[in-house]
């Protein structure tokens, strides 16, 4: 029970990896928050939760609305009296439209840094607020090994998830004044609904060639990693930018083809 009695907000949670965080930090003890704009899936998720014991709660936010990372914030320090955990996991991007420096519309680009950046920064904003009142908090951004490692395509969702890393580090060293820790988990590909209606089965081949630990991730594997941070064992651990992807982008450039090669030698 490593988050036990600790109040928890996970943003877009009804699906993939934010979900996965709303079970693995209820499951250690956290009364959990879901962030959700679909509210009628968030109820019937949380009502299925809650009915294993877990205590998880929807509240309303459309990552969209500005004015609803207010209210979201408000409407759980309302009922609780506080926020200990900030999971901001909302984060977007299309493929089809988000693509190179010369082929993505200047506007598709502005949209998608808008809406990732301001996810994080305005919810956090809000959070830290209520945190430096209560004693502090810990603040988990969920960005991406595309904010780390550049590209051929997905030129805004590379640059607001880097710029998103930037910020953890900023909010890590300008809070920590207040006991209010900030960290960062970069996924790597991982098997969620994003994937699978965003990247091609071709797209995901070339991807695993260069992952080590050659498989997708699981949501609950990056869960696990929020709940760490989320937790007391890491009470002197912030501003970290913690890439949890199999190895991606760890490797030399020619890692895929070696390691055929290897493969093939047995
Ligand atoms: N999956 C990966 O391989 C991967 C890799 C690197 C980073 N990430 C990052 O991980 C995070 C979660 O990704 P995921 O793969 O778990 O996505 P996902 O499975 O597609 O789930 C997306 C979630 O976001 C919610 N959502 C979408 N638009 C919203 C809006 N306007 N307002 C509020 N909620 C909204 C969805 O709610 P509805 O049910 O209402 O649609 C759903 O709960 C993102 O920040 C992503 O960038 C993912």
Redesign the pocket.
């Known amino acids: 029970m490593r988050l036990k009695d600790k109040v928890v907000l996970v943003t877009?949670?009804?699906?993939?990896?934010?979900l996965a965080c709303v079970k693995a930090c209820a499951k250690e003890g956290a009364r959990v928050y879901m962030?959700?704009?679909?509210m009628e899936?968030a109820q019937e998720t949380a009502g299925a939760l809650s009915a294993e014991g877990l205590s998880v709660t929807p509240v309303y936010?459309?990552?969209?609305k500005e004015e609803t990372y207010r209210i979201m914030i408000q409407e759980v320090v309302d009922k609780e009296g506080r926020i200990d955990v900030l999971v901001n996991?909302?984060?977007?991007s299309d493929p089809r439209k988000d693509m190179d420096i010369s082929h993505t519309d200047p506007a598709v680009f502005i949209e998608t840094v808008n809406m990732n950046l301001k996810s994080v920064f305005i919810s956090s904003q809000e959070a830290i607020r209520h945190m430096e009142q209560t004693g502090g908090g810990s603040i988990i951004n969920?960005s991406?090994?595309?904010g780390l490692v550049p590209d051929i395509s997905q030129i805004a969702y590379g640059t607001s998830k880097g710029a998103i890393n930037y910020l953890t580090k900023l909010i890590a060293v300008q809070e920590a004044r207040h006991n209010i820790r900030c960290n960062a988990v970069l996924?790597?590909?991982?098997a969620?609904?994003?994937?699978k209606s965003n990247l091609t089965p071709e797209f995901q081949e070339f991807f695993l060639r260069h992952t080590p630990i050659r498989r997708m991730g699981l949501?609950e594997e990056i869960a696990a990693a929020v709940v760490y941070f989320a937790s007391d064992d890491a009470a002197y651990t912030t501003g970290q930018i913690m890439a949890v992807s199999g190895g991606f982008g760890l490797a030399t450039p020619v890692f895929g083809d070696l390691a055929d090669r290897a493969n093939a030698r047995g």
Not at 12 to 18: C, D, K, L, P, W
Not at 187 to 190: A, I, R
């Open positions: 877009a949670s009804t699906r993939g990896i934010g962030g959700a704009r679909n899936r936010n459309d990552a969209s996991n909302f984060g977007t969920i991406s090994i595309g996924p790597g590909m991982t969620t609904d994003a994937v949501p």
